[in-house]
């Protein structure tokens, strides 16, 4: 490993070695939200393995996947001042809140961080973490609406991570609609970037 590569891995390595495979210290979920990071973790681990991504990737998924929901249960006013926002619905503030906190305590990997950040609202230049993220959060198999379409999609990342990705933000923006659900610029922005 080249000095450059040690001293970035140090930077974020006092947040992930604790945990290789387990949800962080300072999570804050219920037992129902540990089984669905777990799923979604899951997922992500296998994709990356069809794929046969390198192991720095692996890394970055399996770690995005841990990370994503740790702060789901945390009280509104943790949430709120990690957000570094008095605005906006608590549901979504999950994912900016543990970005916040990871930068904190030395995680570097802007993969990581902004699939973290947005993986509920979406955003429209991720790259491959974020998108694989956004994917597994939404099509892992604990949820129970449109198994059988969500299940195919799945099953497809690996031979088609694009169209997938695609069809997956066509399917969530239904579904929310379809749910009266609030539509962020975010999730429209993300659409026109990828239709």
């Known amino acids: 490993m080249s000095d450059a ?13 604790a945990q290789r495979d387990a949800l962080p210290p300072w999570a804050q979920v219920s037992e129902r939200r ?24 692996r890394d970055c998924w399996r770690d995005a996947g841990l990370w994503h929901d740790a702060l789901r249960d945390a ?8 957000a570094g926002t008095g605005g906006g619905p608590i549901e979504i503030l999950h994912g900016p809140a543990a970005a916040t ?3 904190q305590h030395g995680e570097t990997r802007d993969a990581v961080l902004e699939a973290v950040r947005h993986h509920t609202i979406g955003y429209p230049r991720w790259g491959r973490t974020g998108k694989a993220l956004f994917m597994a959060d939404f099509l892992e198999p604990g949820r129970r609406f449109l198994p059988t379409d969500r ?14 990705f695609r069809q997956t933000v066509r399917m969530r923006l239904q579904w929310s ?19």
């Open 151 to 164: 299940a195919f999609l799945a099953r497809h990342v690996a031979a088609d991570f694009d169209g997938v």
């Open 177 to 195: 609609i379809g749910e009266g659900l609030e539509l962020f610029p975010e999730m429209v922005e993300l659409w026109n970037a990828v239709r």
């Open 34 to 57: 540990r089984a669905h990071i777990l799923r979604v973790t899951a997922l992500l681990e296998e994709w990356a393995e069809a794929l046969r991504l390198p192991p720095e990737e």
């Open 101 to 103: 906190y990871l930068e």
């Open 75 to 82: 009280p509104e006013v943790t949430l709120r001042t990690l």
């Open 5 to 17: 590569a040690s001293t970035e891995r140090g930077r974020h390595a006092t947040v992930r070695d």
